[in-house]
């Protein structure tokens, strides 16, 4: 049976009704997301337009994307793969990499970076990390050279591209390839040049999240047309040049495979996606770079934190946001930091747990943590704030507001 409530019960239960739903409300409204990709009515026209075309895979767009990105960059061949990943494969294939190589590669970066070289049956030789970038530690790589090794993967982290002098300098002098890995540093460059023009092979990434994207897909460029050739061919399956043609009208059915290639090649839908994703890059750029500077303008009074620095010789594509806490200035971890950030509604990342600290470069290598003393211990100091070129003035002081209170709840 049911018992009859007071107005006075019912009234309270309802008051801490709407007062609940009020909270969800307020977290809600105040959800940060770590990112949020800039796209509009413009990519889904232009990918509705391919799709009415019926032209869905790789075709005209692609090759108007390429054409683009590459004047963009500025470099001459820029070849539309499926990601980063297939481009970083694509241009250690083109050098010429052989089991029992040894590629120099960052220990602070994604796996990607170095699972290509694992693809070969070669080692990807892991570097620590210059205290202040989060780059590549030239000295480092330099200790770690032996006969075997024949190319370097600088990774521009966080979008502020590495000392390419310096490595350009190690590179002819110890003779090894260079492939930069820009899957973050669209647009970024360096000494007035842009990331994409400096080496002589460099990869980018249109992940979801990248400052460019197509949900999926990447780029590699290039200077060297015997290389452009062979990762043309390579993406499609190691068939001869403009293979992909033949269901054209100006196709032939004729095509010879002249190696195992992969299926590495970008669609039409994706680059259509990509061509509007490029003409709006500086200005996605300009957002970033706003959002930054105010970050770092509120948080360099902080001495619990340290901001990025991005060199006078260099511009970054701020990528990533990372914020560095100093520890003994506080009485919680970088774990807790995170934590107490998602209870108010903002969501962070971190960038990245060196590869040193996998289980599968440990086993497959036996690296351990005492070898890359800087990565391992600014990783646990490192964590990455939202960045998004739509992110709002509101949502940026939400987020400043957010990691000062915590600081200032948490002061050692
Ligand atoms: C430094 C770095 N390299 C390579 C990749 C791989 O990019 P993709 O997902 O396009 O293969 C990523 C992806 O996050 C990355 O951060």
Not at 120 to 142: G, R
């Amino acid at each position: 049976m049911l018992r009859e409530c007071s107005f006075e019960e019912v009234y309270f239960q309802n008051f801490q009704y709407f007062e609940a739903i009020d909270q969800m409300k307020e977290i809600k409204e105040q959800f940060i997301p770590f990112h949020s990709a800039d796209l509009g009515e413009e990519e889904a026209q232009a990918a509705a337009d391919v799709i009415r075309s019926k032209w869905l895979t790789m075709g005209p767009k692609t090759i108007d994307f390429e054409q683009r990105f590459a004047s963009y960059v500025g470099a001459k061949h820029a070849i539309g793969v499926s990601s980063c990943t297939a481009a970083l494969h694509l241009a250690l294939e083109a050098i010429g990499l052989k089991q029992g190589d040894e590629v120099l590669v960052p220990t602070t970066t994604f796996t990607a970076t170095a699972e290509v070289v694992a693809y070969f049956k070669a080692k990807p030789v892991l570097v620590d990390v210059d205290v202040e970038s989060l780059c590549i530690d030239l000295e480092d790589a330099e200790r770690r050279i032996t006969a075997q090794t024949r190319a370097i993967v600088p990774v521009h982290f966080a979008g502020q591209p590495c000392d390419m002098d310096a490595i350009h300098d190690l590179a002819s002098r110890r003779e090894l390839r260079v492939i930069e890995d820009a899957a973050h540093s669209l647009p970024a460059s360096y000494k007035g040049a842009r990331v994409g023009a400096l080496s002589e092979l460099t990869a980018f990434s249109f992940y979801a999240t990248k400052t460019l994207t197509t949900g999926e897909g990447g780029m590699v460029t290039t200077d060297n047309e015997d290389l452009a050739i062979r990762m043309r061919m390579m993406r499609l399956h190691g068939i001869g040049r403009d293979a992909w043609k033949r269901y054209s009208a100006e196709g032939s059915w004729y095509y010879e495979v002249m190696d195992p290639g992969y299926k590495y090649n970008l669609t039409d839908i994706q680059s259509a996606i990509g061509i509007v994703q490029l003409g709006k890059c500086d200005q996605m750029n300009a957002a970033r770079r706003e959002i930054s500077s105010r970050y770092t303008e509120r948080f360099l009074k902080e001495r619990a934190l340290e901001v990025p620095t991005v060199r006078a010789d260099r511009d970054s594509s701020w990528h990533l946001y990372v914020l560095r806490l100093n520890l003994d200035e506080l009485k919680i971890t970088r774990s807790q930091m995170i934590e107490e950030l998602r209870a108010r509604g903002v969501s962070t990342s971190v960038h990245f747990i060196p590869l040193h600290m996998h289980p599968y470069y440990q086993k497959a290598y036996g690296y351990q943590e005492g070898e890359f003393p800087v990565a391992t211990e600014q990783y646990h100091r490192y964590l990455s704030l939202p960045i998004f070129p739509q992110m709002t003035s509101m949502q940026v002081d939400y987020v400043i507001d957010s990691v000062l209170d915590i600081v200032a709840i948490n002061r050692r």
